[in-house]
């Protein structure tokens, strides 16, 4: 079967649903052989998997069932991998920056284009006055419908409507937990959560980046999750957006280390927090500012020294003076005297507002 080509492939999904299993015999690189076929739509373009079979006896319908499901949750899997994947925030805002660039070119190469071509006709001498003053209202005309597309485009990558935003996130959601047995409580913003009102692309963006990095680490920390309720709220200066489980309550902090999320949301100002009811399940909350901060935000981390951030992480971890001390080989005392000075050098009054900042800033990460 080395020789199986994209066209055989093409030709079996043209004839599935874009969900489904069907099995039979189809031509694969120019050998008629048994096969069974598995499509899902948890992605956008669909896809496709082929199990060339040995024989020809037909698959139980229990087990297409279940290729069916299994399939659903590798690609939505997949799909979720390929969203999540880690921002390098510098090469974003570069490819954003680019993209708004050429769309602002444009423009103005349209704008110069129109005016030459206008100019033009007013002074050909061939045309009277009627012929040209017409010829020019057409040229105006469609002048303007291209610079509003274009302007329409260069709207398109600065902002994004609050529930259109929104409606991005609950798709992507429910690709995530197909085949899973989790329900999706979907709380849709009306006019009075923001609907209508625009946010800054690169907000709208990150918010539903954490939200998902949220709902993957739900699902790999607690097996018990049946539900989820996602809100969202776009108020006078920030995107607010809730997801609430209901799991065991028990929530690692280790597992949203694992996700980055600090690193997406602290080049915005951005914000996290967690509130794990143990028997209730966990409410976590994000925000993120609609505008840039007065000032860029610098890293509160940096004050403290290596082995003080090495204690910090285990703070994060919600790990007691003792366990730390065996964690690190050192004496109690001494993790009490590195605490002491963690949180008066962070200006903060517990370790759990030192915890929040490890996590918003990634001391787990640094520790490694």
């Not at 969203?83 to 390098?88: D, G, K, L, N, S």
């Not at 890293?299 to 003076?321: C, F, K, M, W």
């Amino acid at each position: 079967m080395s020789s199986i080509s994209i066209a055989d492939i093409a030709a079996l999904k043209a004839s599935m649903p874009a969900r489904g299993t069907w099995q039979g015999r189809a031509a694969i690189a120019g050998v008629d052989v048994p096969v069974l076929n598995v499509a899902s739509d948890a992605t956008d373009q669909g896809a496709l998997l082929v199990l060339v079979r040995t024989e020809d006896t037909p698959a139980p319908t229990e087990v297409l069932a279940s290729a069916q499901v299994v399939w659903d949750v590798v690609t939505g899997h997949r799909e979720g991998l390929r969203q999540e994947a880690a921002p390098e925030r510098l090469a974003l805002s570069r490819a954003a920056a680019a993209a708004r660039a050429m769309a602002i070119a444009d423009l103005g190469d349209a704008h110069g284009a129109a005016l030459t071509v206008l100019i033009g006709v007013l002074r050909d001498r061939s045309l009277t006055d009627v012929d040209a003053r017409t010829r020019a209202v057409d040229l105006a005309v469609t002048a303007l419908l291209e610079l509003r597309s274009r302007a329409e485009l260069d709207h398109a990558l600065a902002e994004e409507r609050g529930g259109d935003a929104f409606d991005r996130l609950a798709e992507s959601l429910r690709r995530v937990l197909r085949g899973r047995g989790v329900l999706l409580d979907l709380g849709t913003p009306g006019a009075e959560e923001g609907a209508d009102r625009v946010l800054p692309a690169d907000v709208a963006s990150t918010a539903r980046a954490v939200v998902r990095a949220v709902v993957h680490a739900v699902l790999d920390d607690q097996r018990e999750v049946r539900r989820f309720h996602v809100g969202w709220k776009v108020g006078e200066t920030a995107l607010r957006a809730t997801v609430r489980d209901d799991g065991p309550g028990t929530l690692s902090p280790l597992a949203l280390d694992g996700r980055r999320i600090g690193e997406r949301l602290g080049p915005l100002g951005g914000r996290l927090e967690v509130d794990a009811v143990p028997g209730w399940g966990t409410t976590v909350t994000v925000e993120v500012p609609l505008g840039p901060p007065d000032s860029p935000r610098e890293d509160p981390l940096t004050v403290l020294g290596p082995r003080e951030l090495e204690v910090l992480g285990q703070l994060a971890l919600g790990r007691r003076n003792r366990d730390i001390a065996r964690e690190l080989h050192i004496s109690e005392s001494t993790v009490k005297f590195h605490v002491a000075n963690i949180l008066e050098k962070l200006g903060v009054g517990s370790r759990g507002e030192a915890a929040a900042l490890a996590h918003a800033w990634g001391a787990a990460a640094r520790r490694a």
